[in-house]
């Protein structure tokens, strides 16, 4: 039977999980996978479980010097020391397994470089969509396709956050609030409801799913702090609801990556993952569409993807790695990124109550070259009324321009939302 | 780069997918994969497609015998003589990929040692859910997990009509028609209908998620044919969809493996599996719910999920084989086969108009240890009613202890249907 050593740098919410799994399911694993993996180290700067003394170090040097340790668990998150840390071990020839969104977005070419170099292995499942077992799935199984799109929920708290506002009719506010209090949301939730968190992933998953490098600089982002509990009775009005997603689409050279608000129909298959839920929707060519849903984060579904990295490393011979089309870091000699995409949209407007504002509102939207599926008035008081639009498919650059417009019109009390669809 | 030639044995609707991937797409392939595949020979009864006339080959041993074949590609479905072939190349030392479910169901202990014996690989990812990846899932990414339970639609075919039944109000024997029509149905759709497809593969998915044989003689099948657009009807008002689930639960030694129609509610994630796609929901012990969906059959998604066989074989140094607990073909010392599961039921029973038919038909679920959720009459004419009864959980036994009850009853003109419900 083999044995590999390991070591656990940090012991959060993720390093808890695996940790515990390595402690109660060692046998079962072993059974299985003719494979014991023992802890050799763990470190942290505190520790919460009850750990023998000679696994505890706080020195990244006893791990790196330690030539009986294989594989490496990052699972501190966030930039530093983690980078250093990764690039410390990779160089050591260590294989690193790491579910460090952040860190891998931004360093992906440095990071894959340094363990090239050293012939280390650097796996990192649980970086995108938590226990989903996406990006196995991209390289081992989804092979013989070109993939053409994603739709992906790839962040639990917005999710949790959304789900709560349709189902109970809340606030943004409150049901932020509310996640706050079930430790769904951050005390400084920016990351998650801003998007940040779901541009890291979807930089990485796209990059394997389009076999390129997609650097987070190229993917438009808008968080939901923004949508109102009205918007939400609105799209459900119209049969929709709304969802932060995060999509790319890639024809040939041609690639666009957004994570915005998005009003999506009932009967799609991402309109029923709920909670803090995740789901990624893909195309490729031959399989057509694929989904896979699971807990997108969480101490134990997150610790069972980086233990499949654990155990698929240990299997290995001779690690691979990104067969990326263009160089590593160097992307605009042959991808097109796309800002000027098409889709319908959800303009929510408060016009002033006066003779002939609907008509200037619509006849900007005419001389813009956006064409109006339909205008519902929602609430008419005596000196506003606020009416929605549905657009037929536009270019978002025509939407700015027509918005830019509004913004200057004196019977636009307020531009209240502009909220992008996909079917 | 490396060069591995293929030998594809049958040209049907999923041969013709493979052939014409490695025929329109091996330059991305190799790209991507750094890795050549070439056609060495097919073997048919007839050619639809335009195929160079050295590939041809009506003759097993041109194929076994020819030492430049790396990997057998069987796609021609049967028992035989596709067995024979498969294991004539297992012998020979040549890996096979298979799409073929019936086979493996029954004879995978004898292929496994075939494979075994000559050291050559055997992969059969196609063989259940078609086009989704999730056998490599089970085995390459969920390793961490010990899986408890499977619900899964597994069976387009039946999906299909269930779909079109529940969306448009027709009858079985209508929407059969239409699915034969549009070729989702075969001329004799029994190995669909009646649960067989499902049977085999969900012996294949059980096996490999439950790491333990379990055989089809284990599985308790029942088709879709006597579900009646009525029941799909009161489904409906009960907030429920009717589907053909393949359900396997393990808890400890104990393992249950049913196929059969199943009521679960609107919000259940399988519940807006539509049409002819699958999904497989598992419930791991790290990882909780996760959920794989997409085209569980057709030519390219098929292709796609036996084409993910041939590359990842073609990377793999040694090839590993089921790690089952108990041994091959030999179930019985070690695990129990659960028969008498625990369910909810929905019964609907045409009783004679005559005072005290409810009351007896009641008092024998009583007597039976089954209790009511809820009676409702349905239908109320002048010498009969039909009504609906939905049970709490109670034991199978007890159920068709009751149902056999309900026959020898003078009140009761018709056990209408039993199905059996899943939240």
């Known amino acids: 039977m083999k044995k590999i050593n390991v070591a656990i740098l940090g012991l959060g919410t993720v390093g808890r999980g695996?940790?515990?799994?390595?402690?109660?399911?060692?046998?079962?694993?072993?059974?299985?996978?003719?494979?014991?993996?023992?802890?050799?180290?763990?470190?942290?700067?505190?520790y919460h479980l009850d750990i023998p003394e000679e696994q505890k170090t706080a020195n990244i040097e006893e791990i790196v010097n330690d030539p009986d340790i294989?594989?490496?668990?990052?699972?501190?998150?966030?930039?530093?020391?983690?980078?250093?840390?990764?690039?410390?071990?990779?160089?050591?020839?260590?294989?690193?397994?790491?579910?460090?969104?952040?860190?891998?977005?931004?360093?992906w070419p440095e990071l894959e470089e340094a363990a090239k170099k050293s012939g280390a292995?650097?796996?990192f499942e649980a970086s995108v969509g938590g226990g989903i077992p996406i990006l196995r799935a991209i390289d081992d199984s989804l092979q013989a396709n070109t993939m053409r799109s994603i739709f992906a929920i790839i962040n639990g708290t917005t999710n949790y956050i959304l789900t709560k506002m349709t189902a109970e009719g809340l606030d943004y506010a409150e049901a932020l609030r509310g996640a706050q209090a079930l430790g769904y949301a951050e005390a400084d939730?920016?990351?998650?409801?801003?998007?940040?968190?779901?541009?890291?992933?979807?930089?990485?998953?796209a990059s394997k799913a389009f076999h390129a490098r997609l650097p987070i600089e190229h993917v438009y982002r808008e968080g939901i702090s923004r949508i109102t509990k009205q918007d939400i009775q609105y799209a459900a009005d119209f049969g929709r609801v709304i969802k932060l997603l995060a999509i790319a689409k890639r024809r040939g050279d041609d690639v666009e990556l957004r994570v915005h608000p998005t009003m999506i129909p009932l009967s799609h298959p991402l309109a029923n993952v709920l909670d803090s839920f995740n789901a990624i929707?893909?195309?490729?060519?031959?399989?057509?569409?694929?989904?896979?849903?699971?807990?997108?984060?969480?101490?134990?579904?997150?610790?069972?993807?980086?233990?499949s990295d654990v155990i698929y490393a240990a299997h290995v011979e001779k690690p691979r790695y990104a067969t990326f089309e263009n160089r590593m870091g160097f992307v605009s000699p042959i991808l097109h990124f796309e800002q000027n995409w098409v889709c319908p949209f959800y303009i929510r407007l408060t016009l002033l109550n006066v003779p002939g504002a609907l008509a200037q509102v619509t006849k900007q939207m005419g001389d813009c070259?956006?064409?109006?599926?339909?205008?519902?008035?929602?609430?008419?008081?005596?000196?506003?009324?606020?009416?929605?639009?549905?657009?037929?498919p536009a270019e978002e650059q025509a939407?700015?321009?027509?918005?830019?417009?509004?913004?200057?019109?004196?019977?636009?009390?307020?531009?209240?939302?502009?909220?992008?669809?996909?079917?």
Chains 1, 2 share one sequence.
């Open 369 to 392: 070259g956006i064409s109006i599926l339909s205008a519902i008035q929602k609430d008419a008081r005596e000196d506003e009324a606020t009416i929605v639009f549905q657009t037929y």
């Open 121 to 123: 292995g650097f796996y």
């Open 70 to 107: 294989d594989i490496v668990i990052e699972v501190m998150g966030g930039l530093e020391p983690a980078k250093t840390y990764v690039l410390r071990a990779l160089a050591a020839g260590k294989t690193v397994v790491s579910a460090n969104k952040q860190m891998i977005a931004n360093f």
């Open 189 to 205: 939730p920016t990351a998650d409801v801003e998007g940040y968190d779901a541009m890291y992933k979807l930089s990485i998953l």
């Open 18 to 46: 695996v940790y515990q799994i390595l402690q109660e399911d060692a046998e079962k694993i072993a059974h299985k996978e003719h494979l014991q993996i023992f802890i050799k180290k763990v470190l942290s700067r505190s």
């Open 281 to 307: 929707l893909m195309n490729g060519s031959a399989v057509g569409d694929v989904m896979f849903y699971g807990q997108g984060a969480g101490s134990l579904p997150t610790a069972s993807a980086v233990l």
């Open 399 to 423: 939407l700015q321009r027509a918005v830019a417009g509004f913004q200057e019109m004196q019977v636009v009390k307020e531009v209240g939302a502009v909220i992008r669809m996909e079917d």
